[in-house]
């Protein structure tokens, strides 16, 4: 890959790989290879005594206008955890060809900022992306063709009957309290391994990706019931209350984003079991 010298460097996580018990502390280069509203990607390794030391990752770092202290991570990390406990479930109970995972982050604060490189007499640090004292979030890289499915304002992608069915099975299996949603990730010949999800929640506790009620009402807006999720719960939707100029978006949408009638929406419902209508006129 190439990580250089001058490369960013991590301390060892916060918590432990999911899958091997281990922490480890991550190389990441100086210029990002992607980039979203909220965070820039930069490719890295995984360095330590684990399975995964050597491998490649990505470090996943917040923009100034979101903050990037590890309290603004504790909600992404509950997602991806909430989403992968879900998961389970569901391919325990509707086993599919394609077994859907997700991919649960490391946490790590930085550590050494590495110089802008260049001329020999240039050493100041490159703070550009990222400081001293922040964190990041840590996750393998991805082997395939990367693939958004649907996101998380009721957009539909890339068609799956198994994450269709998925995102529905979650709302039935939360108590009609929550959807996870904006699944995104490679679909391989025998699985599915997902990235980033965001749960769409009536208390609005999954960060900045939680569209709150209006969220969920979105999502079943445009959903259409597959052979495994046409007898789950379905929302009753409240015709008397409706949202207007809602249209469902093929990138993430954020809280930041909020119009004032979906805020307004998302406090009406928090603690109702009816849903508002939607309307994108």
């Known amino acids: 890959m190439g990580i250089s010298p001058s490369s960013h460097e991590t301390l060892m996580s916060s918590n432990k790989c999911v899958c091997c018990n281990r922490s480890y502390w991550i190389l990441f280069e100086r210029e990002h290879f992607s980039h979203g509203a909220c965070r820039w990607a930069f490719r890295g390794t995984y360095n330590g005594d684990g399975k995964h030391g050597g491998s490649k990752c990505v470090a996943k770092v917040f923009k100034a206008k979101v903050a990037r202290h590890y309290n603004n991570w504790v909600p992404d990390l509950a997602a991806s955890e909430q989403a992968q406990r879900m998961a389970k479930s569901f391919n325990k109970e509707h086993p599919t060809s394609r077994p859907i995972q997700f991919i649960t982050p490391l946490i790590c604060k930085m550590d050494k900022i590495g110089d802008h490189g260049g ?27 990367y693939k958004k499915f649907n996101s998380n304002s009721g957009a539909v992608l890339e068609w799956s009957e198994a994450l269709a069915a998925f995102s529905h099975y979650t709302y039935n299996a939360s108590d009609r309290e929550l959807i996870v949603c904006d699944l995104q990730g490679v679909r391989a010949r025998n699985y599915y391994s997902l990235t980033d999800p965001a749960i769409c929640s009536r208390d609005q ?3 900045p990706t939680d569209m709150g009620a209006t969220g969920i009402s979105q999502f079943f807006e445009k959903h259409r019931c597959t052979q495994i999720c046409k007898y789950f719960a379905k929302p009753e939707i409240d015709n008397s209350y409706i949202v207007k100029g809602l249209q469902p978006k093929r990138s993430s949408s954020y809280t930041f984003e909020l119009t004032r009638v979906q805020s307004t929406a998302n406090r009406d419902f928090k603690n109702r079991k009816t849903l508002p209508a939607i309307s994108e006129f």
């Open 119 to 145: 001329f020999l007499w240039i050493r100041d640090e490159d703070e550009r992306y990222v400081k001293k004292q922040e964190w990041v979030a840590v996750e393998p890289f991805i082997d395939g063709e």
């Open 205 to 207: 506790i999954y960060g």
